[in-house]
């Protein structure tokens, strides 16, 4: 027999995380330093606009984007609270300089529509080669 065998996952997916990770097509990227990285993957927290170096494409507000550490590794997907447009103009400034611009919260990708890139792959499936088997009668 020829075939894919899933193993179970120690920590599955919700269904909202599974649609984010693998049914909507990233409209952009967002290029994170290592302490948003960090962040993200230590403390599940949100991804804030100080941790935000670059980004890629022009996307809408509450559309998917790819997050990406410095050597273009893919770290999670989210649903931006930004559109491209607001959030160009906040590349590069320090948390006390967009809070003096009166963005008190941030927040760019909060963490309940961010998905991080151990749920994006496909590492649990197998494909399994079995040897001949014989001819149904």
């Excluded at 509450?62 to 590349?91: I, N, T, W």
């Excluded at 909060?110 to 649990?124: E, I, K, M």
């Amino acid at each position: 027999r020829i075939g894919t065998v899933f193993q179970p996952s120690a920590s599955p997916l919700t269904n909202r995380k599974g649609w984010l990770a693998h049914a909507l097509l990233p409209k952009g990227s967002l290029v994170i330093d290592t302490g948003a990285e960090r962040a993200l993957v230590r403390r599940g927290a949100s991804l804030l606009a100080v941790g935000i170096r670059r980004l890629e494409g022009n996307f809408a507000r509450h559309e998917p984007v790819r997050l990406l550490d410095g050597a273009g590794r893919e770290v999670g997907r989210g649903l931006s609270l930004l559109s491209s447009e607001e959030l160009r103009p906040l590349l590069g400034l320090s948390g006390q300089a967009l809070r003096d611009q009166g963005d008190s919260s941030q927040v760019v990708v909060h963490r309940d529509q961010l998905v991080l890139a151990p749920g994006l792959c496909c590492s649990s499936s197998t494909t399994v080669e079995a040897g001949p088997t014989s001819p149904s009668p």
